[in-house]
């Protein structure tokens, strides 16, 4: 049989594996590394996993479709690409890679305020249909700067970020001396010099930076005041009143990610945003939080039809998106997934788990007798 991916890794865990031989082990903490002890970031996962489907065996054959509307836009699979900070790290270019992917396969990109590539760069890359996340900054001259950036970039969906009130703390990123500015310790060289493939990409792209803040940094600025810097700019919380600003300023779809209670869907609702993204930034600020699929199923029951719903943090397969989907969610995304793939298997990494994705949720659906997505919960095993 044929497959539309590298046959030798056929799962975002073979990814994730190779991912780990390949880059050195601070990046790779950065990536996989959680808060605290990383109980939220496994519950993420395993309570997501005891979601069950009910087969339908005796039936004709199903014509699958993958494809799903979402803001007037129809996508060819019902994921995305979530965001995630200094990608360049990581692997030197991937949010360049994976904004291509993206827009290759016709699903939706959402670049990071603190990523690696500016807004410009990815508006040309992904021909203005890429989402953007913003960082509330804590001046709204900043913050208008920004949205006024966008505006000129042609970007329709704005993301605001609500979980980041403060910086997570990561046991695993303390450890390495990954923090803002990074230290570069003897293990850290060492672990460099141990990846020379990595080593290499990152000598001829040039160190990570903050390309899209780039224009609002000090000149001269070194990395000893980096950390400063950014502590400074993006410290405090987003509020009611910081919302509304934006929603007068933003005629474009306006989304609030970082949702896991009814209090805050209630305030997505009465401000007019378009729709939410419950997530707990993959088990990455809040140990002691549920499960994103626990917040999913609250906030599902009250809220559908009220407000798009969508959904991230511990996705890892299609039959996690079809999971995800089963329960309430509209829409998926996925952080992690896509860049092991990217630091796996570089410039195709993009395509292989986009490839992985659609092909493991075309067989679920298959297998239980799904014709669409929108049918998925049609599926579902009711809990006893």
Aim: charge should be positive; hydrophobic fraction near 40%.
């Amino acid at each position: 049989m044929s497959w539309p991916f590298n046959p030798s890794y056929p799962s975002i865990e073979d990814l994730r594996n190779k991912a780990q031989r390949r880059i050195p082990k601070f990046a790779f903490d950065y990536l996989d590394g959680g808060c605290n002890e990383d109980i939220n970031l496994h519950k993420n996962t395993y309570e997501l996993r005891e979601v069950e489907f009910v087969p339908v065996y005796l039936k004709s054959q199903p014509v699958i479709n993958l494809q799903t509307e979402l803001f007037g836009t129809i996508y060819d699979a019902p994921f995305g690409i979530a965001p995630v900070g200094l990608q360049g790290l990581i692997w030197p270019n991937a949010t360049e890679i994976l904004a291509k992917a993206a827009h290759r396969h016709n699903i939706p990109f959402i670049l990071s305020t603190v990523t690696t590539s500016s807004i410009e760069r990815v508006s040309e890359l992904t021909e203005g249909k890429a989402w953007f996340q913003l960082y509330h900054p804590a001046e709204d001259t900043l913050r208008d700067d920004i949205i006024k950036r966008l505006k000129n970039s042609k970007y329709e969906v704005l993301v605001l970020l609500c979980d980041v009130p403060s910086f997570g703390f990561r046991p695993r990123d303390i450890r390495n001396g990954l923090a803002m500015p990074p230290a570069m310790s003897m293990r850290n060289i060492i672990q460099i010099l141990g990846k020379p493939g990595w080593a290499l990409k990152t000598l001829v792209h040039g160190s990570p930076q903050f390309a899209t803040l780039t224009p609002y940094m000090p000149k001269g600025l070194n990395m000893k005041r980096l950390g400063h810097f950014m502590d400074k700019t993006f410290s405090g919380r987003l509020n009611k009143e910081k919302i509304s600003a934006i929603r007068d300023q933003w005629k474009g779809k306006l989304l609030l990610k970082g949702v896991a209670s009814e209090a805050d869907t209630e305030m997505a609702i009465q401000l007019g945003l378009d729709g939410i993204i419950v997530s707990n930034h993959g088990g990455r600020q809040l140990d002691a939080g549920e499960s994103a699929i626990h917040s999913l199923h609250t906030i599902e029951k009250k809220y559908k039809h009220k407000i798009k719903i969508m959904m991230d943090s511990g996705i890892r397969s299609g039959p996690d998106v079809a999971r995800a989907l089963a329960c309430g969610a509209e829409f998926t995304f996925l952080g992690r997934s896509f860049m092991y793939g990217v630091a796996a298997l570089g410039e195709k990494g993009g395509d292989h788990t986009i490839s992985i994705l659609k092909t493991q949720l075309y067989q679920v659906m298959n297998q239980i007798g799904c014709e669409s997505v929108s049918n998925l919960p049609m599926h579902l095993k009711e809990k006893t």
